[in-house]
């Protein structure tokens, strides 16, 4: 699952405003904050990180409904088919129902024509 880079921290740019809490040039310190301030500025690159946790253990989970399914359709018995790690993350707890169970599943791509959108699309 390639997501046009748009799960890369530089891309999202979540790091920016991020600081140490303590900046040191040449042994002397410069700049302090609160821990309160960078912890707050932090929030955004940790919940840019779970997201990517989540979209990983989506790809995970693919992969494995994908291997499973190619094997069953080679003869494969049932108790010999991979493992699918639903459970190593929230997001694919909720979709396993649509993922693996009776559900059918869809897949929208959005793309635009405008020439400078194109890497993304």
Not at 24 to 39: A, C, N, P, Q, T
Not at 44 to 50: G, L, M, N, Y
Not at 74 to 82: A, E, Q, V, Y
Request: with cysteine; aromatic share 4%; charged share 25%.
């Amino acid at each position: 699952a390639d997501l046009g880079g748009s799960e890369k921290v530089s891309k999202s740019k979540a790091d920016a405003g991020l600081a140490a809490p303590v900046t040191m040039v040449g042994g002397v310190e410069v700049d302090r904050l609160s821990w309160r301030e960078y912890y707050l500025r932090r929030k955004r690159i940790q919940e840019t990180q779970h997201i990517n946790a989540g979209l990983f253990a989506l790809k995970k989970v693919i992969e494995a409904l994908h291997t499973r399914s190619e094997m069953r359709e080679s003869g494969t018995p049932s108790h010999l088919l991979p493992y699918v790690p639903y459970q190593d993350s929230k997001l694919t707890m909720l979709l396993k129902d649509a993922l693996g169970g009776t559900s059918r599943t869809l897949v929208l791509c959005t793309a635009s024509m405008d020439q400078r959108h194109a890497p993304e699309s």
